[in-house]
């Protein structure tokens, strides 16, 4: 793997960030993580314009343009061979004394470019087991904020009970995972909350919509209940990472007949057409 730090690459291990900055004492920052697939940065001008959205959100003043962005991403895929793998990109509102109020100082742009190992077969195969957890977050979900504290804690709930998601429920109505978009199958329609400030509008969601626009599957943005999470004929995740993920057990409870649905197949199938 590979860092970057405010202009130059480092190596991982390397000791770079001052102990008073910004995103490591407030978390007043934003994210974005990119998939690579054969060196090449997967849907990288979906993912730029995401992250200067977040950036407005929250009023960092960036001074790069979006083709700077462009250019730092392929360099740093470049300079670190990235074949498969991520790359993570950090912005925070930079170094300064620890004081609430904004400093004046430039923004603080950090990266790592990691190999990963593909999702295990069986996880596709088999696929995984979630389960509901309360929505603790704040009201601007669609900001890829560094704040993730409520998600960590909720992904962690789900660990410890062996699962592999905690999906979010706001309201009586299903939101997200702590790090993914949430479908359900509901008699060969997919059905997905729609986008609001509670969840963050996923660069794999774009993709999954796409799919089921080609596959001629009817894709209907509406909220959805955790009664009828449970009562579905598919669940699937997505985001990033682990692209398009089966979900058979909610909660301990069998989703359909507890294995991967068709219609899960069929979109994890037209995805694999996207990345190549
Ligand atoms: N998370 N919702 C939340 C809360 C997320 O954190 C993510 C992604 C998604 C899916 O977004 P995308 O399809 O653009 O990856 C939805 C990344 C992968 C992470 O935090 O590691």
């Not at 004492?25 to 959205?53: A, S």
């Amino acid at each position: 793997g590979l860092g970057y730090v405010n202009g130059k690459f480092v190596s991982l291990d390397e000791l770079v960030i001052p102990i008073e900055e910004r995103g490591h004492q407030f978390g007043d920052g934003v994210y974005e993580v990119i998939h690579c697939y054969n060196g090449k940065p997967f849907m990288l001008d979906e993912h730029i314009e995401r992250l200067i959205r977040s950036c407005e959100a929250i009023k960092l003043p960036i001074t790069q343009t979006f083709t700077d962005f462009q250019e730092l991403i392929l360099t740093g895929v470049e300079n670190a061979q990235l074949d498969f793998g991520k790359v993570y990109l950090q912005i925070t509102r930079g170094i300064a004394p620890r004081n609430h109020p904004f400093p004046n100082v430039p923004v603080s742009i950090t990266m790592t470019l990691t190999e990963s190992a593909p999702t295990p077969v069986e996880m596709r195969e088999q696929g995984v087991s979630a389960i509901t957890h309360e929505d603790e977050r704040w009201a601007k979900c669609y900001i890829k904020s560094l704040n993730l504290l409520p998600n960590i804690l909720a992904k962690q709930v789900a660990q410890d009970q062996g699962s592999f998601e905690a999906i979010l429920v706001r309201d009586g109505s299903i939101t997200e995972g702590t790090s993914s978009n949430v479908y359900i199958v509901k008699n060969g329609d997919i059905i997905t909350t729609p986008l609001s400030n509670h969840i963050l509008a996923g660069i794999t969601r774009i993709a999954v919509k796409q799919a089921a626009k080609e596959l001629d599957i009817p894709f209907v943005e509406k909220n959805y209940s955790p009664d009828e999470l449970l009562q579905a004929d598919e669940v699937f995740m997505s985001n990033t990472s682990i692209e398009i993920l089966p979900i058979v057990t909610v909660d301990g409870q069998k989703i359909g007949n507890g294995v991967p649905g068709e219609i899960t197949n069929k979109l994890y199938s037209q995805y694999q057409v996207y990345k190549q």
